[in-house]
T-cell receptor, first 114, second 115 residues
């Protein structure tokens, strides 16, 4: 158990809909990262927050947005969903900002868009 | 454009033998490399890392080798154990302004250690 929690574990929805994925980082961790893993692909970095502020952005679609709240939990919002958005979405957390701070991953949310 | 490539989707090894997982990268700005292990239904777990100022880092049964001129790194597991069966991801990070960095992952290699 990494100490990072993600809810829900599974999510099935239809095209055009909007969903929110939630992540609670490990106690004491200030950084939260979001990754997308599509079928047979590596993890694609989406976005990073540190202590409530956006710090790095990857290939995140404009239909996707995220935020980190004062209690440090984070939400990833996916809107106007398309079939290709079906994937595993991982959240990770670390104490600091850079990769020298080990990232601890949650178990992921499996999103299926029908 | 895949900047981090793991060309072998799968690898099978006998228990007790050496497992060698390979990773190639194209971005010469990468200066920090990591290996993660992932079991089904779990998130990736950090295994071992190496900075570009080194060419080898060892941690127990796990050793990572970095060949900067070839832009290649490898993970050696000796001896391999059935519990090592998992998907192994190579990841890299690049120098950039500021302290925030992102990890670029390869597509993973499924290692199966046969008893």
């Amino acid at each position: 158990d990494s100490g990072v929690t993600q809810t829900p574990k599974h999510l099935i929805t239809a095209t055009g809909q909007r969903v929110t994925l939630r992540c609670s980082p490990r106690s004491g961790d200030l950084s939260v990262y979001w990754y997308q893993q599509s079928l047979d692909q590596g993890l694609q970095f989406l976005i990073q927050y540190y202590n409530g502020e956006e710090r790095a952005k990857g290939n995140i679609l404009e239909r996707f947005s995220a935020q980190q709240f004062p209690d440090l939990h984070s939400e990833l919002n996916l809107s106007s969903l398309e079939l290709g958005d079906s994937a595993l979405y991982f959240c990770a957390s670390s104490v600091g900002q850079g990769p020298y701070n080990e990232q601890f991953f949650g178990p992921g949310t499996r999103l299926t868009v029908l | 454009d895949q900047q981090v490539k793991q060309n072998s989707p799968s690898l099978s090894v006998q228990e007790g033998r050496i497992s060698i997982l390979n990773c190639d990268y194209t971005n010469s700005m990468f200066d920090y490399f990591l290996w993660y292990k992932k079991y089904p239904a779990e998130g990736p777990t950090f295994l071992i890392s190496i900075s570009s100022i080194k060419d080898k880092n060892e941690d127990g049964r796990f050793t990572v080798f970095l060949n900067k001129s070839a832009k290649h790194l490898s993970l050696h597991i000796v001896p391999s154990q059935p519990g090592d069966s998992a998907v192994y991801f190579c990841a890299a990070s690049a120098r950039s302004s500021g302290s925030a960095r992102q990890l670029t992952f390869g597509s993973g290699t499924q290692l199966t250690v046969l008893p």
